[in-house]
């Protein structure tokens, strides 16, 4: 059966098999101090192929291949773990979701992803830390494509390059009325959308879907946004702002527990003006649920505002206090608020951003430090194991799903009794209510 009519009707393909290879073989080697493996250089008069696993190793510098001569037609690869020099002070693993090594490095840096892997289902943190392959399934890499160039026409809408690459003149509103925007904004989108879709997009329905209806709604938001603030320009935007300590991008370091903990990724709008600023992260269609927002287990925008509120740099420090701070999803052509500095409640009402509801900015951060600080203290200093979480709502999107031990029954029993994240939120919340 074809590759492609297997993964459709839900039948493992081949992407499928080669996780669960390479699955296997990284863990053996991550447990393991030493392993040497052994196969013959010739099969019947022909030269035998080493496996991509062995040729990896090898490029890497992390294997040795040895010829015993003495064996006929024997080679062995031989791998050193990079770990050897602590492997003195542990056996085995002693039980599921161990990790007998000095785990510190897998917090020096973290992205809003991966802190949501270690909230919300430490096992799964635990496998992408160790670079195992993930699994990706044809509809995913589709949706994640769109998602990618819907973020590419937004980006050079407003700064009109791509990839250093002028495409169009930067968007300048003080140069037109304000009667004029939203027909100005509309033209610039469609051209952009002819310019960066691929050409199999074209007359597509996501095409026609933009053109007449996500694209309209967003020129309506950003029109009735300039024409509600006294400066039309905002004071400072920062379109893709990159955290993280490469270059070109901005250091922001928190401590957690005494651990610094550099925040990395890219930040897609930041909108200043003279009343506050307005932090909007783009999706494709779905955002977050306010309640996961609140509770800390989605913790992208939260950590955003959290990293610029720390910049290294005095100057490009923007208060909690005096921000607004949601989504905008693109398709569906909406805003969603997630949540308000004190001192922009005032002017987000005026905007018609939030509601007298929307949660205090400072409340969910600390919020998502409580839960950071519990994680860390239990499975960094308490040194307990990498287990996955029962509440299966984290598995629907996991890249390991089909390799993941949750329903083994072997060991349910001990996963149950370390599942303990919905415990720790019924009394987290109890306290605070």
């Given at each position: 059966?074809?590759?492609?009519?297997?993964?459709?009707?839900?039948?493992?393909?081949?992407?499928?098999?080669?996780?669960?290879?390479?699955?296997?073989?990284?863990?053996?080697?991550?447990?393991?101090?030493?392993?040497?493996?052994f196969y013959a250089d010739e099969e019947k008069?022909?030269?035998?192929?080493?496996?991509?696993?062995?040729?990896?190793?090898?490029?890497?510098?992390?294997?040795?291949?040895?010829?015993?001569?003495?064996?006929?037609?024997?080679?062995?690869?031989?791998?050193?773990?990079?770990?050897?020099?602590?492997?003195?002070?542990?056996?085995?693993?002693?039980?599921?979701?161990?990790?007998?090594?000095?785990?510190?490095?897998?917090i020096k840096k973290t992205s809003a992803t991966?802190?949501?892997?270690?909230?919300?289902?430490?096992?799964?943190?635990?496998?992408?830390?160790?670079?195992?392959?993930?699994?990706?399934?044809?509809?995913?890499?589709?949706?994640?494509?769109?998602?990618?160039?819907?973020?590419?026409?937004?980006?050079?809408?407003?700064?009109?390059?791509?990839?250093?690459?002028?495409?169009?003149?930067?968007?300048?509103?003080?140069?037109?009325?304000?009667?004029?925007?939203?027909?100005?904004?509309?033209?610039?989108?469609?051209?952009?959308?002819?310019?960066?879709?691929?050409?199999?997009?074209?007359?597509?329905?996501?095409?026609?879907?933009?053109?007449?209806?996500?694209?309209?709604?967003?020129?309506?938001?950003?029109?009735?946004?300039?024409?509600?603030?006294?400066?039309?320009?905002?004071?400072?935007?920062?379109?893709?702002?990159?955290?993280?300590?490469?270059?070109?991008?901005?250091?922001?370091?928190?401590?957690?527990?005494?651990?610094?903990?550099?925040?990395?990724?890219?930040?897609?709008?930041?909108?200043?003006?003279?009343?506050?600023?307005?932090?909007?992260?783009?999706?494709?269609?779905?955002?977050?649920?306010?309640?996961?927002?609140?509770?800390?287990?989605?913790?992208?925008?939260?950590?955003?505002?959290?990293?610029?509120?720390?910049?290294?740099?005095?100057?490009?420090?923007?208060?909690?206090?005096?921000?607004?701070?949601?989504?905008?999803?693109?398709?569906?052509?909406?805003?969603?608020?997630?949540?308000?500095?004190?001192?922009?409640?005032?002017?987000?009402?005026?905007?018609?951003?939030?509601?007298?509801?929307?949660?205090?900015?400072?409340?969910?951060?600390?919020?998502?430090?409580?839960?950071?600080?519990?994680?860390?203290?239990?499975?960094?200093?308490?040194?307990?194991?990498?287990?996955?979480?029962?509440?299966?709502?984290?598995?629907?999107?996991?890249?390991?799903?089909?390799?993941?031990r949750l329903d083994d029954p072997k060991f349910?029993?001990?996963?149950?009794?370390?599942?303990?994240?919905?415990?720790?939120?019924?009394?987290?919340?109890?306290?605070?209510?």
């Amino acid at each position: 059966m074809d590759d492609w009519l297997k993964s459709r009707i839900g039948l493992p393909g081949w992407q499928y098999v080669e996780s669960l290879e390479d699955t296997t073989f990284h863990l053996l080697l991550s447990r393991l101090p030493q392993v040497e493996l052994f196969y013959a250089d010739e099969e019947k008069m022909e030269t035998t192929v080493r496996s991509r696993f062995i040729e990896s190793l090898l490029c890497q510098d992390k294997a040795e291949l040895i010829h015993h001569s003495n064996t006929k037609n024997l080679e062995s690869f031989f791998f050193l773990s990079e770990k050897e020099s602590t492997i003195a002070q542990y056996d085995t693993f002693s039980s599921f979701g161990d990790y007998p090594y000095p785990r510190a490095n897998f917090i020096k840096k973290t992205s809003a992803t991966s802190l949501k892997k270690l909230i919300t289902c430490p096992y799964h943190f635990l496998m992408s830390k160790l670079d195992l392959q993930k699994l990706g399934m044809p509809d995913d890499s589709r949706n994640k494509n769109e998602g990618e160039y819907l973020h590419k026409i937004v980006e050079v809408f407003f700064t009109g390059s791509l990839n250093q690459k002028k495409i169009i003149d930067p968007l300048d509103p003080d140069s037109h009325a304000i009667e004029d925007l939203k027909k100005i904004f509309l033209q610039r989108l469609k051209f952009l959308t002819d310019e960066i879709l691929p050409e199999e997009y074209i007359s597509s329905p996501l095409y026609f879907h933009l053109i007449r209806y996500a694209w309209p709604q967003y020129a309506e938001h950003l029109t009735k946004l300039l024409s509600h603030t006294p400066l039309k320009k905002p004071v400072g935007s920062y379109k893709e702002f990159k955290l993280g300590n490469y270059p070109n991008s901005h250091n922001s370091t928190t401590h957690i527990l005494n651990y610094p903990i550099t925040i990395i990724g890219s930040i897609d709008s930041i909108d200043r003006f003279s009343e506050g600023y307005i932090l909007t992260d783009y999706k494709r269609k779905y955002v977050e649920d306010p309640i996961s927002v609140r509770k800390g287990i989605a913790p992208q925008l939260l950590l955003y505002a959290k990293a610029i509120s720390e910049l290294q740099q005095p100057e490009l420090r923007l208060p909690l206090k005096d921000g607004i701070f949601g989504y905008w999803s693109i398709l569906n052509g909406e805003w969603k608020s997630q949540a308000v500095g004190e001192n922009a409640r005032e002017w987000g009402l005026s905007l018609g951003l939030i509601t007298k509801k929307t949660p205090s900015i400072e409340e969910l951060i600390n919020n998502l430090d409580s839960l950071w600080q519990w994680r860390i203290q239990s499975i960094f200093n308490n040194k307990e194991n990498f287990y996955p979480e029962t509440d299966k709502r984290w598995c629907s999107l996991c890249d390991y799903k089909g390799v993941c031990r949750l329903d083994d029954p072997k060991f349910k029993e001990i996963i149950e009794d370390n599942s303990r994240l919905n415990k720790k939120l019924e009394e987290q919340f109890a306290l605070k209510n």
